[in-house]
C-alpha cells in the first residue's frame, strides 16, 4: 500500500496573510489525519513564512499517523527534528530563500555530509528520506549514505506528463527498479496531482509514499477536504 502524506504548507500559508490563527493549522492536520490522510507533512523554512517552528512543535503533540518533516538540514532543522522525534525527516537541498523544492540532492558531491547528517538523525530514532532526481547515478552514493528511504523528484515527471506519459515516467520506473534492488524505501513528490497519480503507482507499485501538497489544497477549495483527500487515496489503490 502506498501511504498518502499531506503537507499543509499551504494551510499555513493562508494562515499567515492574515496574522491570526484562521485556518487552525492544528485543526487541519487532525482533520486530514480523520478524512484519511496516513501523514502529516511539512517544510519549516528559516524565515518561517509559511510553517512556523512553533507550528512543528504544536502538530508533534496531536499527531496519530506519520510525522515528516522535510527541510534542509541546517543546524536549525537538525535541533528541531532532534526535539520532536518525527516517525520521518526528508533532507532537500533547497537554500533558505528558495519557493519550492527545485532538485534532488547530488549524491555524489555531498556524500560525507548526507551521510554524518542520516547518523545523527537516525541515531534519534528518526526514518530519513533523501530528496533525489531520477538519474541511476545517484542511487548507489544515496546507499552509502545509510539513507532508509529516497524520495523521487518529481516535477519532471508531472511536466511531461500530459505530453508522452509513457516517456515521462520511464526514468522513474528504471531508478525505482534501481532503489528496490539496494533495499531502499521508495517516496515521491512534487506536482503529484489528481492527473497524474494514478499512473505513477501503476508504474511503480511498491512506492511507499507520496507527499502531496499543493495541488492537493487547491482541489480541496472545490471539492473540499475530506472529499478530495479520499480521492487522491483513491488514485493510491492497486
Known amino acids: 500500500m502506498t501511504k498518502l502524506s499531506v503537507n499543509i504548507n499551504k494551510i499555513a500559508t493562508l494562515r499567515n496573510a492574515r496574522g491570526a490563527n484562521n485556518p487552525n493549522l492544528v485543526k487541519v492536520a487532525l482533520d486530514a489525519e480523520r478524512f484519511g490522510a496516513q501523514g502529516i507533512t511539512v517544510h519549516p523554512r528559516p524565515d518561517e513564512r509559511h510553517i ?5 512543535l504544536d502538530l508533534a503533540k496531536v499527531i496519530s499517523t506519520e510525522f515528516n518533516i522535510e527541510g534542509y538540514p541546517d543546524q536549525r532543522y537538525m535541533d528541531l527534528v532532534k526535539l520532536v522525534r518525527p516517525a520521518q525527516a526528508t533532507l532537500v537541498p533547497d537554500p533558505p530563500q528558495a519557493i519550492t523544492s527545485s532538485s534532488g540532492w547530488d549524491t555524489i558531491a555531498h556524500q560525507a555530509f548526507l551521510k554524518d547528517v542520516v547518523s545523527e538523525l537516525q541515531s534519534y530514532g528518526v ?3 533523501i530528496f533525489i532526481n531520477p538519474e541511476v547515478k545517484f ?5 552509502t549514505t545509510g539513507t532508509d528511504r529516497v524520495e523521487l523528484y518529481t516535477e519532471p515527471y508531472a511536466s511531461n506528463y500530459p505530453i508522452n506519459r509513457e516517456k515521462a515516467v520511464r526514468p522513474y520506473v528504471e531508478v525505482a527498479a534501481i532503489a528496490k534492488e539496494l533495499g531502499l524505501g521508495l517516496n515521491a513528490g512534487h506536482d503529484l496531482d489528481l492527473h497524474n497519480l494514478k499512473f505513477l503507482k501503476q508504474s511503480i507499485p511498491f512506492l511507499d509514499e507520496v507527499s502531496i501538497g499543493h495541488a492537493l489544497i487547491c482541489d480541496a477549495l472545490y471539492y473540499g477536504l475530506e472529499n478530495t483527500i479520499q480521492m487522491y487515496r483513491r488514485q493510491l489503490e492497486d
Open 127 to 129: 526514518r530519513v528520506s
Open 52 to 56: 512556523k517552528f512553533q507550528d512543528v
Open 139 to 143: 542511487f548507489e552514493p544515496a546507499k
